[in-house]
């Protein structure tokens, strides 16, 4: 892997945008490549559904191809093997071009680095190309009805059988496990130690014994199952690393996944829930006093919220940079997923209180398509402080991995 100066990066750079422009497919130009969401999450589900025709379809092929869906993985496994300047080259490229990603995955942005630090060979070889082609889509099987802060009080079994393991439990909150084709599961392989009890394995989902039942919220809509496994036979071969040393890669794996959802609210990211300039939308609707938003105190909210944005997103350029620098990400990457959190909330919270009623509107006549996505925006933004762990326990990971700490007696 080069690591390019700035004079081959910027040649890069004119390599990448023109290649961009001549494979984005024309059909997904345009407002076009902002609607249908479940487009590009990949996975046999949707493979089936749209053919080979279809033009997000040919888009993530054709990334895959360059190896630009992983751009920083060994090209052996499907990566782009590009160094972590390139990578962003090609991120920013993306962005720039106002281009739909080609592929949204937890393979990629949570499995795949931890089975490159864990995995043997023949699982690497297995796994990692088929999530950089999108072909497998992968949920995560860590949060149980018991067992969600306190990660480790986990009680899925997994037991020896001699030629296979087998799996009994249920796991809840499983993001898409209705649209996933695999899962990465935490299961207790030993019930007499807690944390030194967890092994982390890899469960095809259309085995016999596997449910998964959405669960409807007041929205409508249903992201989320509970998950059961009943009498789940898998291969030896699907446990990751040491045999109850899972606890050690569930927590990597969560680094990845904070700094993930963080990423959101990086350069090119969706900021967390409302979309729009604050400012742009307070003025709209309250009016302006000499150029100025007439609401004085409002005016002062916003701006601090608009400056911490701006101290955040040069934070998490840092920290990317550092991670990207050396080992991947670190403890520190609780800082960002807790101060994001609670910067998107506020952030919804100032919109929808500067659209005044209009901010109320859950549907009807009576509202824009601005103001419904404004509340609704502002309701998903109360879980950005519970997924990925809740803010009290990036808290908790700050006060003892970052600051260290002690226990409080
Ligand atoms: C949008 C979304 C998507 C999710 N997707 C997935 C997924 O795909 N897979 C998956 O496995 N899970 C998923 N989850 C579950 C998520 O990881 C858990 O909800 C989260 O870890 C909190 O666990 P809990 O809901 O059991 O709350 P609890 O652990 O019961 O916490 C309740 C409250 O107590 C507080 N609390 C608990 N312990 C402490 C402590 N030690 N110190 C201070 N305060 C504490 C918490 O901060 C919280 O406010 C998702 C959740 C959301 C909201």
């Not at 160094?83 to 499995?111: C, D, H, K, N, T």
């Not at 996944?257 to 090119?268: L, P, T």
């Not at 990400?329 to 998107?344: H, L, R």
Request: with cysteine; net charge neutral.
């Amino acid at each position: 892997m080069a690591d390019f100066g700035a004079t081959e990066l910027d040649a890069f750079r004119t390599e990448v945008r023109e290649w961009l422009a001549a494979n984005y497919p024309a059909e997904l130009k345009g407002a076009d490549a902002k609607t249908d969401p479940e487009a590009v999450w990949g996975g046999r589900a949707f493979a089936g559904a749209r053919g080979d025709a279809d033009p997000q379809t040919q888009w993530m092929r054709r990334c895959a191809e360059k190896g630009w869906t992983a751009p920083t993985w060994p090209t052996q496994y499907g990566g782009g093997g590009l160094s972590p300047a390139q990578a962003r080259v090609v991120e920013q490229e993306i962005a720039r071009g106002g281009y739909r990603s080609p592929l949204l995955s937890f393979g990629i942005w949570m499995l795949g680095p931890v089975l490159l630090e864990y995995a043997n060979e023949e699982q690497k070889k297995e796994h990692l190309p088929k999530i950089t082609r999108g072909e497998i889509r992968w949920c995560q099987g860590y949060s149980e009805p018991g067992a969600g802060s306190d990660l480790a009080s986990l009680a899925t079994r997994c037991e020896d059988k001699g030629d296979h393991w087998q799996i009994d439990g249920q796991k809840v909150w499983t993001s898409y496990a209705d649209k996933a084709d695999w899962c990465f599961c935490l299961v207790r392989t030993d019930t007499t130690k807690k944390h030194e009890g967890i092994s982390f394995v890899l469960i095809d989902m259309s085995l016999p014994g596997v449910e998964t039942r959405p669960i409807k919220l007041i929205s409508g809509e249903s992201p989320f199952c509970e998950t059961f496994f009943t009498g789940v036979k898998i291969p030896k071969g699907a446990l990751v690393g040491q045999l109850n040393g899972g606890w050690e890669i569930a927590k990597r794996l969560l680094q990845y996944e904070r700094q993930n959802i963080s990423a959101g609210f990086g350069e090119g990211g969706t900021a967390g829930g409302a979309s729009g300039d604050l400012g742009e939308v307070a003025r709209s609707y309250l009016g302006v006093d000499e150029g100025r938003l007439a609401d004085l105190d409002l005016r002062k909210r916003i701006t601090e919220n608009k400056m911490n944005f701006q101290a955040l997103r040069q934070t998490i350029a840092r920290t990317a940079a550092e991670s990207r620098a050396s080992n991947g990400p670190s403890a520190a990457t609780s800082i960002i997923k807790y101060a994001a959190a609670e910067f998107a909330k506020e952030r919804s919270e100032l919109m929808v209180e500067a659209m005044g009623n209009q901010g109320l509107g859950w549907a009807g006549d009576g509202f824009s398509d601005g103001e419904r996505l404004a509340v609704r925006g502002w309701l998903r933004t109360k879980a950005n402080s519970i997924e990925g762990g809740t803010s009290e326990v990036n808290l908790n990971v700050v006060a003892k991995r970052v600051l260290g700490l002690p226990d409080p007696k």
